[in-house]
């Protein structure tokens, strides 16, 4: 998962001055934090789309990219980005954005291309080879290379459109782009989505003309932007100084975007779908407290696992009159722990990261709120915790069902021999098959019960098109086995 910004500023001003936009790039990238704390990078370009300047670093926004940074960082026109890898390592060479020369192309995105090996050895054939094993510079790549074989320099809207349907054609998998360049000899910002829509976007105007994109509501209301529209899939929207908007529709096959970003990744007062995520929460709560009451689950509070849980529990407190406990301080300051030699320094890693507030556990039902189980692993040290400080029952609540299959869209959630809830299910359930997964994954966490949602919930509750593949293994976008092994053995080597 990773997130991308791009602006470009109003019209020069009479003097002729144009609008420097890295500043704001910094800005809206820590309003994506969340999304990828491995590296951080902004690129702007100049007026004339000759002059192209980066800064890009490792760690969060803060650390890679420093105030004397921002001077060097020219341009009405740039690109931001914050990485989580999903395809190779979290090092310099894969931070984003990424330049490409001929004929002068900043581009960023967040996904996963899954066909990165075919492409690496098509562009190869044409002499074009890569630098890095982020997913982004292929891409990249072959926008480039369609672009310079449309013409040589002076590159027309029409180009680009050509260009992108070459991306369309042979880049597979998902992609949010954000590019930058020289189109009709102005700076353009280039928007594009996927056939699938699968990760999110959104672009922002603003009154004196500047326009946003990014994957993420958040950013264009750190800056002062409103919500203009989400790109459709399969969407080009060019974006200029103090211009509306021309949008082009290129192939769609039909919207499916990730369920997960409002179960999990998402800052929950991002809009999606016309939707804020916290709406989208709150509802999936309302379904979880659904199915507690049909299973007779009852507890004497109810608690979140913080943060991401809490609109959702607050639905189950309401909906089952309890009252909702911070049972759990997250503690926000804490860094990067290593990986622990023994149980008690494990232990002491995670009450770092979580401390629990033992007089608001200690003899109660607590009904423990959470957002997924991916590997399961940190969840049961939360329990472990609850036992410790003298919890009288646990009854574990998932505001989502069962993960089952990877994730090879751009999240990075283990390959399939690594999901909890798969070792105790062959994947299909029907009839009673989630009533006995529950029982054995809750008698494998040590917990009175566990409930999860049924993807019948799940869908009534976040309504729309949606991707839940990680549910219920129904791919939206093919994959052929040999590129699901390359991404599940990359993933195995991390
Ligand atoms: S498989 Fe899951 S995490 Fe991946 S895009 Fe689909 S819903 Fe999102």
Redesign the pocket.
Known sequence: MCGFVGVIGGPRTAEGASHAVAAEIHLALQALQHRGQDSAGIATMSQDGRRFAFRRGLGQVSQAIGEGDLAALPGPLGLGHVRYPTVGRGVLEDAQPFFYRQPGVLMAHNGNITNVGALEEALAERSIHLMSRCDVEPALCVFSDALMQARPAGHRTEDALGALRVVQERVRG?YSLVAGLLLDGEPTLVVFRDPRG??PAMVGRREDGAWIAASESVSLDALGFQHAFEPAPGEVVLLRGGREPERHALTSAGA??????A?Y?ARPDAVMSDRTVYEARFALGEALAARLREKGVEGDVVMPVPDTARPAATAVAEALHLPLREGFIKNRYSGRTFIMPDALTRKAALRLKLNPIPREIAGRRVILVDDSIVRGTTLRRVIELMDDVGAAEVHLAVHAPP?L???????D?STRDELFARRFTDGVLQGEAMARLEAAAAANLGVSSLTWLTVGALDDAMGGP??????DGV??EPIPAADRAAIEADRRAC
């Open positions: 998902s699968i990760r499916a975007p990730c369920v997960f970003e179960i990744f993960v299959h990877p994730c090879f869209y751009g999240i959630m949606r991707c839940a593949a990680c549910f791919y939206p």
